[in-house]
């Protein structure tokens, strides 16, 4: 098992953000977690790549404890996430960008410049390598932030609502690059607040997070007949 998450809880004062959530990861997997704006989907992903450290609960990664592990140490062991809101550095070019992310894995310049213009390819984005990341559009920010977490040649990849924001055709070629990660033995957990139709068509497994807790979690078909989703979800749209 790649990642093995057990009674994870994390307290904001008299807030639980995430209570006792149980969660496991197998290679080349891909998980959609979703739920209603602050079910807890971020603070997991915060957890889990040692953003935040737990109140209680354990985060097995390969085996191995990774609960009070720096993030940039999490990385090393090949967790890695992207960010609900991006921030690419703005002054840097694309390339320059997604080398940050290489330069975790590589020492040398020119190893860093030949894992990025590959990652690039993959996503997409070799065109727009030379253009600065501050005059990229949404789409492509968010596209250079997936394009710098896989130059850190994750094992597990934690992607923040990475739709959100995007048109149909954008996200199409989004779910296009999820769905190639697995053949590339990369797992992915994708946290998606609203867009249920496009996370159950990727997703060989769904979770679903309400209040911090998980309420359901199965094929995609059955956790959308599940009552207490559509609860959930109703809920939160008529709130
Ligand atoms: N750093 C923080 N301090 C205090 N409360 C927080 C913090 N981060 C998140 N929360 C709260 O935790 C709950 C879960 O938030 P979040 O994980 O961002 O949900 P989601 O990503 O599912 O929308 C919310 O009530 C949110 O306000
Ligand atoms: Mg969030």
Known sequence: MLLEVRKLTKYFGGLGAVKEVDLHIEEGEIVGLIGP??????????LITGFYRPTSGTIRFLGEDIVGLKPHDICQRGITRTFQVVKPLSKMTVLENVMVGAFSRVISKEEARQAALQELEFTGLLP??????????????????LTRALATRPKLILLDEVVAGLNPRETEETIAIIKKLSNRGISATAAVEHVMRVIMSISHRIIVLHYGEKIAEGPPQEVARDPKVIDAYLGESYA
Do not use: I, V, Y
């Open 37 to 46: 704006n602050g079910a807890g989907k971020t603070t997991l992903f915060n």
């Open 128 to 145: 727009k390598k030379d253009l600065l990341a501050r005059s990229l559009t949404l789409e492509e920010r968010k596209r250079l932030e």
